[in-house]
């Protein structure tokens, strides 16, 4: 068996606060530290289920926060920056047959409360994101476009608000693991490493094992994907981009003949809309 796991760090075992997130930040190496540990604790539990492949999508900002010479042995790294990848927190999800993914360390869409930094890709830009006129964030657009793969979401890790937004979407058998819960943004009732570890790796590994008792998450097709963002420039700048239909002032509409290809095309929208012209441009 083939498992594709994706990698966030809000979602992570003890990490509160944008200190712990970012390179630079004074608890960076905290943060990316406990990253690792719950992304290792998956692997295994996978591995000892029997995953032959274990593909791990570093996907939070620059996404090459997880060190390479700390990954469990069982599993292969993808890492680099994110302007590098043109699929965003799935890059290399379509390099093989995947049997089933994992999302690890996930957190909550935009404007969801009580969760740590809840957002939807790119906080800084995207207002709301919508399938078919319902408000999605990573975990259910990830795991749609991973479901029009063949490849079913089988488990989500995160804060309980997440866990919550996950069985919402992907349904009350998805395995889940709660590794804390939300006060306030940038604060949380915490569980220690030496608790949620064994329990991810559980988790993982009875996921593997239930194998089609949870099933893919898939909106209808063809798919509405509509964007609002918060600024006009950052929509005048994202709807520059090929595949991508201006609908007002702050919105967008994501064409393709794909899911995967609208994710694609959505990916390219939003680097454009991060980029800032040059100062004699502005």
Request: aromatic residues 6%.
């Amino acid at each position: 068996m083939n498992v594709y796991v994706s990698v966030d760090i809000e979602g992570i075992t003890g990490v509160v606060h944008g200190d712990m997130m970012m390179a630079g930040q004074p608890e960076y190496g905290r943060g990316r530290s406990l990253m690792m540990g719950d992304a290792n604790a998956a692997v295994e539990g996978l591995v000892r289920a029997g995953a032959e492949l274990v593909l791990v999508g570093d996907g939070h900002g620059p996404m090459r926060n997880l060190l390479i010479e700390d990954l469990h042995p069982g599993a292969q790294l993808v890492s680099g920056s994110g302007d590098a990848k043109d699929f965003c927190q799935l890059e290399g999800a379509d390099s093989d047959r995947f049997d089933a993914a994992v999302f690890v360390g996930y957190h909550a869409m935009a404007k969801t409360f009580k969760a740590i930094h809840p957002h939807t890709i790119a906080g800084i830009a995207v207002s709301e994101l919508r399938i078919n006129g319902r408000p999605h964030g990573e975990t259910g657009l990830n795991a749609a476009v991973l479901a029009s793969l063949g490849i079913p979401t089988v488990m989500v890790t995160g804060d309980a608000t997440t866990v919550e937004e996950a069985k919402a979407f992907l349904g009350p058998e998805i395995e889940t693991v709660a590794v804390k819960r939300a006060v306030g943004r940038n604060a949380a009732i915490c569980r220690p490493p030496a608790v949620t570890r064994p329990e991810i790796t559980a988790a993982a590994e009875r996921a593997l094992g239930r194998l089609g008792a949870v099933a893919p998450y898939r909106p209808e097709a063809p798919w509405r994907l509509e964007v609002d963002f918060n600024t006009m420039p950052q929509c005048d700048r994202a709807a520059r981009t090929a595949g991508i239909e201006r609908t007002g002032a702050l919105g967008i509409t994501v064409h393709g003949e794909s899911p995967w290809e609208q994710y694609r095309t959505l990916w390219a929208g939003l680097r454009s809309a991060l980029y800032e012209p040059a100062s004699w441009l502005g």
